[in-house]
């Protein structure tokens, strides 16, 4: 992998707010997150085999994510997106209880310490909020059992159309996994009881909501959560997981500030393996008409998919990274791919562990490495031009394997990215690019 980056020495990773006092009146503070996406039970290496959480002493694991909020700094991050923190069976997808700590990670204390750590450095925080469903151990499926089918409590949980009868009770399990019942979010009780979790731990301090399974949620059950929370919470900033679909419609109809856009994913990750600059081309085109209406979370790896070490040529990771800080959005890098972990997703049971590891207390046990300082690069760009997050690009000089990205922003600003993956010298409009190289130009070299 060749790396050039042109332009102005790069910028100190500090906040992109002010801490001590970060604007709580508005939610502007998201076109300059860059967030570092953290699956805790795996960061702590934690057991995920399924269990009673209540049996399970507490074990106060979290803050060794405390040691890498300065890593997370030093990499240009301001914005830690915690994956599942509450009580769960197994995996963390699996909740129990949301307004109880995973006792695996520790307790509530763990948490607000976690937080306050990072409000010292202006680190943003987002929770995984799973409410599309809920572990069989839930205190609602076990008074739903019960009290038997059609009871207020089974209410609580669809049924219908892909239904089967899981211990005694009719319901919808989420993607065909029995050990995950799914809500009925047309339910009064169900749509109370998601608002006062948000807002319980909105009022713990922090700054918005991922919302996992989003795209299997009618949108107008996050109109009627979201919405009543805007007022009391006007900073708040909730993103919905969204794989396929209509992302528009989607936002707009359920009140939601984003959503993950897997199209940019895969078309990233697609395009450079199969040297295919050009299905990159037309999904920008496409990114370009998102982010006129809503700001993307954009990303190269999560904890649902083979990491981008694993995924990609290694000559070209540093490209991949390039795009994602260059285009619109709200990036996030998924804890590790900076650090060139390898893991490769499966389709079984246990199949996500490859790409959920735990990390070291110390972060100086992973010592930087040129996939870290190309990292620290592209995003330091980012930073020094923050307009990027709304920005649109135009494609130009396009091969199989070269392309000159052109980013415009909202007052005439003007950037480029230049990408070669081939093995020859790409010569266009803007010059030459060396083989597997990349070069970023801001807008006094444009």
């Given amino acids: 992998m060749r790396r050039i980056v042109a332009g102005p020495g790069r910028v100190a990773a500090g906040n992109c707010c002010e801490d001590r006092g970060m604007d709580t009146s508005s939610r502007d503070w998201a076109d300059t997150a860059i967030w570092w996406h953290v699956y805790p039970l795996g960061f702590v290496g934690a057991q995920t085999t399924p269990g009673d959480p209540g049996a399970r002493p507490v074990e106060h694991t979290l803050g060794r994510l405390t040691a890498w909020l300065d890593d997370l700094v030093a990499l240009g991050c301001n914005g830690l997106l915690l994956g599942p923190v509450f009580a769960s069976e197994s995996h963390g997808y699996d909740t129990v209880d949301h307004r109880r700590v995973d006792p695996r990670l520790g307790d509530d204390a763990d948490l607000d310490a976690l937080v306050a750590a990072c409000r010292e450095r202006g680190v943003r925080v987002l929770l995984d909020g799973v409410f599309n469903h809920v572990g069989r151990g839930h205190p609602w499926w076990r008074a ?57 731990w909105l009022d713990r301090g922090i700054d918005g909501w991922r919302l996992d399974a989003a795209y299997a949620v009618d949108p107008e059950f996050w109109r009627a959560t979201v919405g009543p929370l805007r007022e009391r919470f006007p900073a ?47 999904t920008l085109g496409r990114h370009d008409g998102f982010a006129e209406r809503f700001l993307p979370q954009t990303f190269l790896g999560n904890h649902d998919v083979t990491r981008l070490a694993s995924a990609l040529d290694p000559r070209h990771v540093g490209h991949a990274v390039a795009i994602l800080f260059f285009v619109a959005g709200a990036p996030s890098v998924y804890a590790g791919d900076e650090r060139g972990l390898t893991g490769v997703k499966e389709e079984r049971f246990g199949g996500d562990d490859a790409v959920r590891q735990e990390f070291p207390a110390d972060p100086g046990e992973w010592p930087p490495s040129d996939i870290y300082r190309t990292h620290q690069e592209a995003i330091a760009f980012r930073r020094r031009n923050p307009w990027l997050a709304r920005a649109t690009i135009e494609v130009q000089d396009l091969t199989n394997t070269s392309a000159v990205l052109v980013a415009s922003g909202p007052a005439g600003e003007r950037a480029e990215l230049a990408l070669n993956l081939g093995d020859d010298v790409a010569r266009g409009a803007s010059g030459e690019i060396a083989p597997h190289a990349w070069r970023l130009r801001g807008p006094q070299e444009v």
């Fill in 144 to 200: 739903a059992v019960e009290a038997g089918p059609g009871s207020p409590e089974a209410a609580r949980f669809r049924s219908g159309d892909g239904e089967r009868v899981v211990d005694g009770v009719p319901v919808v399990p989420f993607e065909g996994h029995d050990a995950l019942v799914t809500l009925d979010h047309a339910n009064p009780e169900v749509v109370s009881e998601v608002a006062d979790v948000m807002a319980h």
């Fill in 236 to 282: 708040a900033w909730f993103v919905g997981e969204m794989i396929h679909g209509d992302y528009v419609a989607y936002v707009e109809e359920s009140g939601l500030d984003s959503v993950t856009e897997y199209e940019l994913w895969a078309a990233v990750r697609g395009a450079i393996s199969s040297l295919n600059l050009f299905e990159l081309s037309w």
